[in-house]
């Protein structure tokens, strides 16, 4: 939209404090000397909600973009009747990412991951010769294809083989996209490792995950949403977890929105959940501890391997660096919460049977993790609970339209010999 100008922010060194100028696609600062995120430090302390026409960009006063992308959509908030009435909860508010046109919801990807794609993608500078990699066990991957494919921008996706079955599209794809994978057997972490491969090769670039902070403040859309239509801060926020990165996120909206002053002045708890018997973060916060607890290769892609909600497998997660999930947890107050298998399946048709559309496996582990906070007394019935339902709407979605697979275009390890030299030519 040509009336856009492009955000104007600072970053600061969670560790340290230091600030300093954004000069390029910048992951973390130069001179701290300990692992730590950065933040987005934004000109505008008080935020302007733009219209609905600019899709997720109505939020750009608060995202580090430098332009507006084609076929956004915004998170939907708002208040929960049936499933609130249901579970006694007269003060739930959803957060709902994903296809549900009746009520506003228009990710056709179905996943909350387009708010990370939308918000990263602007963040490229102008000019851009490399290739973006996006490394995901599946949603993310999905997202950034839709977007890169509508915009041509070039990228290329590492996801487990195991999980390409995520990658459907409502069009096809342009040929600026190129997706690899690990073997079958393998789980996100290798698809990781991958990824890093190419990134030795100067044709790439690494999109930077948690560590970029476009990817968490697209994600803190959601709360500036919730934000948005309650008119103050939730006092709980729910999200499962595979990275904490949303988690994070949503704590980094929640300070900025202090600082705003309109929507008051408290911290909303947060309670995260993870998936049995994939409980990286869920173990070390049970034990008090900021590092991970020791976790065997093989067990853990094993374990990995064996939940339902296979975006939720990140081995590797931002909990320990400063500023990540540990951090958050111990400064906004909550907990770590789970969810089985045969959980995830109850949830789904909880959730079906009272609000009327399918939720993702992901997202079914939050609405348990939820239900555990609130049956174990963390918090009293009446608080203000923020479900992210981080997607839904992918059976309705594809009830109505014909979906295109997109197909990798090698498969391999990252410690395959010449494994570089064969992602490089799928560019040339």
């Not at 300093?20 to 505008?44: H, N």
């Not at 490394?135 to 290329?156: D, M, Q, Y």
Request: charged residues 25%; neutral net charge.
């Amino acid at each position: 939209m040509t009336d856009f100008q492009p955000t104007r922010y600072g970053l600061e060194t969670v560790a340290t404090g230091r600030r300093f100028e954004d000069t390029g696609w910048m992951l973390a600062d130069p001179q701290c000397k300990e692992p730590s995120l950065i933040r987005a430090v934004y000109e505008k302390k008080q935020i302007t909600f733009g219209p609905a026409s600019r899709g997720i960009y109505k939020f750009a006063d608060w995202m580090p973009v430098r332009r507006m992308l084609k076929g956004s959509a915004p998170t939907v908030t708002f208040k929960s009747e049936k499933l609130a009435a249901r579970l006694g909860l007269p003060n739930l508010y959803i957060a709902f990412s994903g296809y549900w046109p009746e009520k506003g919801g228009a990710m056709t990807t179905c996943s909350f991951k387009e708010t990370e794609a939308y918000s990263v993608c602007a963040r490229l500078p102008e000019g851009e010769k490399r290739i973006l990699v996006v490394s995901s066990a599946g949603n993310t991957a999905r997202a950034f294809a839709k977007v890169c494919s509508e915009n041509e921008i070039p990228l290329l996706l590492t996801v487990p083989e195991e999980n390409i079955g995520a990658l459907w599209f409502e069009q096809p794809l342009s040929d600026c996209v190129k997706l690899i994978c690990s073997p079958k057997g393998t789980d996100y972490f290798d698809a990781i490792a991958l990824g890093d491969a190419a990134c030795t090769s100067p044709m790439f670039f690494a999109e930077g995950g948690a560590k970029n902070i476009a990817r968490r403040d697209g994600m803190a859309t959601t709360v500036l949403s919730a934000a948005e239509v309650i008119g103050y801060i939730p006092d709980a926020y729910f999200q499962a977890i595979g990275s904490g990165t949303g988690t994070i996120a949503a704590w980094e909206a929640n300070l900025r929105l202090i600082g705003d002053g309109r929507f008051g002045s408290h911290k909303m708890k947060l309670f995260p959940s993870q998936n049995v018997p994939f409980l990286p973060m869920y173990d070390a916060w049970k034990a008090g501890s900021r590092a991970l607890l020791p976790m065997d290769d093989d067990d853990a892609r094993r374990k990995a391997l064996a939940i339902d909600a296979k975006v939720l497998s990140n081995r590797r997660p931002p909990y320990s660096i400063k500023g990540g999930l540990y951090d958050a947890l111990c400064d906004a107050g909550g907990d770590v919460e789970c969810a089985t298998n045969d959980d995830i399946r109850a949830m789904q048709e909880l959730f079906l049977d009272t609000e009327g559309i399918d939720i993702y496996s992901a997202a079914a582990v939050a609405l348990k993790g939820m239900l555990n906070a609130f049956e174990a007394g963390k918090l009293p019935r009446d608080a203000v609970a923020l479900l992210n339902v981080t997607g839904a709407g992918e059976v309705r979605f594809k009830k109505e339209h014909t979906c295109h697979y997109l197909k990798p275009s090698l498969i391999g390890n990252a410690s395959d010999p010449g494994i570089v030299e064969k992602i490089e030519k799928l560019f040339k």
